[in-house]
């Protein structure tokens, strides 16, 4: 494994919300023969970029050539699917240059649709083989995470669309809580399945590099921000609570919106959480309260900021419990920056 000793202590503490010596933090950057044309042209084709596996294990081995990793800045290899649950319900993907989206299911008479999970769906074969084919080359650089899809609330509103699950919630709410119960059992099979490829001999890892020597639970819940704080609880919170649960580390995914910002603070299974402002409200001192916030419930917290952020964003919050990802212009400006964190903290280069 390439993640050093005192790496691994301060991920350790990072899932604990304290601190080994500094900050984790993850600073990366383009080597001088980067070329982003590369990529561009190797993903022009949107089904290429996104289901042909030899294509984006060829990308990904690039970006892994071609940019600086500092500190605890680990490569992560995953196909990206935010939908991919969906499909395994039979939900047809619809790629597009920017992500992958899926068509809702259609409806029976009763006004919902069927769901059927099927352990044999062609898109559920293409993760295992992608996973496969990326751990068969797997040569110490980067990491891979079992990363297929987002939580049950969110699986199924990929295949309702918004509009008909907002009036699912209004018309039938049990229907949707039992649903996304279901869903949440069954979705674990695929996990599963792809943890098994990994093996414990490469570790595990969130989608952003969070690494863990032990396994790692994801939470998130996109639908939340159209709903009330009763509706999150009532109909959704069991069933995130549940997923929380499923290993010794979690983190909760936390997009935008913070109008349960309390409640998620005050559920004990999350370790750590993953905060995006979202765009135009990305600039990550105005936060501060909130970043104090969620440190005072001795979580940790993983945060996304420029390098001319750095500084003073470091002076305003706590060092225990925080992992900060700076992506910087080129490589002397990372490695300043992670002599500034070094020299800050009293840690010998």
């Known amino acids: 494994m390439f993640i050093d000793e005192k790496a691994l202590k301060r991920w350790d503490h990072w899932w604990n919300g304290s601190v080994y010596d500094r900050p984790v933090m993850q600073i990366t950057a383009p080597a001088r023969q980067f070329d982003s044309e590369y990529i561009k042209k190797a993903d022009e084709d949107p089904v290429v970029k996104w289901y042909d596996i030899q294509n984006i294990f060829a990308v990904n081995n690039y970006i892994l050539d071609n940019t600086l990793f500092l500190a605890e800045a680990t490569h992560v290899i995953n196909p990206d699917w935010a939908v991919a649950n969906a499909c395994f319900y039979g939900c047809e993907p619809v790629f597009r240059d920017e992500s992958v989206w899926v068509s809702p299911l259609p409806t029976g008479n009763d006004g919902v649709p ?140 936390l997009d935008g919106t913070l109008t349960h910002i309390d409640t998620l603070l005050s559920i004990k299974q999350i370790n750590c959480i993953q905060w995006i402002p979202g765009a135009g409200r990305d600039e990550i ?36 419990g925080v992992c900060i990802s700076v992506s910087c212009n080129n490589e002397d400006e990372a490695r300043s920056l992670l002599s500034y964190v070094n020299k800050k903290y009293g840690i010998k280069e």
């Open 285 to 320: 001192l105005q936060w501060i309260p909130l970043l104090k916030k969620i440190q005072a419930s001795k979580k940790g917290l993983m945060v996304y900021c420029t390098p001319k952020e750095l500084a003073p964003l470091l002076d305003e919050i706590n060092p225990e």
């Open 114 to 253: 069927f769901l059927r999970f099927d352990k044999y769906n062609k898109y559920l074969r293409f993760m295992l083989d992608f996973y496969t084919y990326c751990k068969e080359r797997y040569d110490g650089r980067f990491l891979l995470s079992p990363y297929v899809s987002v939580s049950a609330g969110d699986t199924l509103l990929a295949m309702r669309g918004a509009n008909e699950l907002l009036r699912d919630i209004i018309d039938r709410p049990e229907w949707v809580k039992a649903t996304i119960n279901k869903i949440g059992k069954e979705i674990r099979y695929p996990h599963s399945r792809l943890s098994k490829i990994i093996g414990d001999d490469m570790g595990y890892c969130t989608w952003y590099g969070g690494y863990s020597d032990k396994q790692v639970a994801m939470g998130d819940c996109d639908v939340s921000y159209m709903l009330s704080p009763k509706q999150f609880i009532d109909i959704f919170l069991d069933q995130l609570i549940d997923q929380l649960s499923s290993a010794p580390h979690s983190y909760y995914h």
